[in-house]
């Protein structure tokens, strides 16, 4: 049995030890930029502060809404673990490598 989640409003799945998008019958890397599903927006390229333990990435596709304060923690030598805008369907969120999450709430 495969494992299952969602990204940015796309199904992914575990397959062969890492996640990936299912897009269109085909599998298209996690960490490639897609565009989100439900708001169309391009994912922007974020400079990390430190390479990811699992993957030794150094640049992260991030929602292109919140890239600039995603940006400007690892600039500041703040890691990040993950984010996610929302979609503009549920407060977005900032997860940081102390364990802290920062939310951010859609203004009504």
Request: hydrophobic letters at 35%; a negative charge; one cysteine or more.
């Amino acid at each position: 049995m495969t494992a299952k989640s969602q990204a940015d409003g796309w199904e992914i799945e575990f397959i062969e030890g890492d996640w990936w998008y299912v897009h269109n019958g085909k599998k298209v890397y996690k960490y490639d930029p897609i565009a989100c599903k439900k708001c169309g927006t391009d994912a922007v390229m974020v400079k990390l502060c430190k390479p990811r333990e699992h993957s030794g990435r150094t640049i992260v596709p991030v929602d292109a809404c919140i890239a600039p304060i995603v940006q400007a923690l690892n600039d500041a030598g703040i890691e990040t673990l993950g984010s996610c805008c929302g979609h503009g369907i549920m407060s977005g969120d900032i997860r940081l490598a102390d364990g802290r999450i920062l939310t951010i709430i859609k203004e009504e």
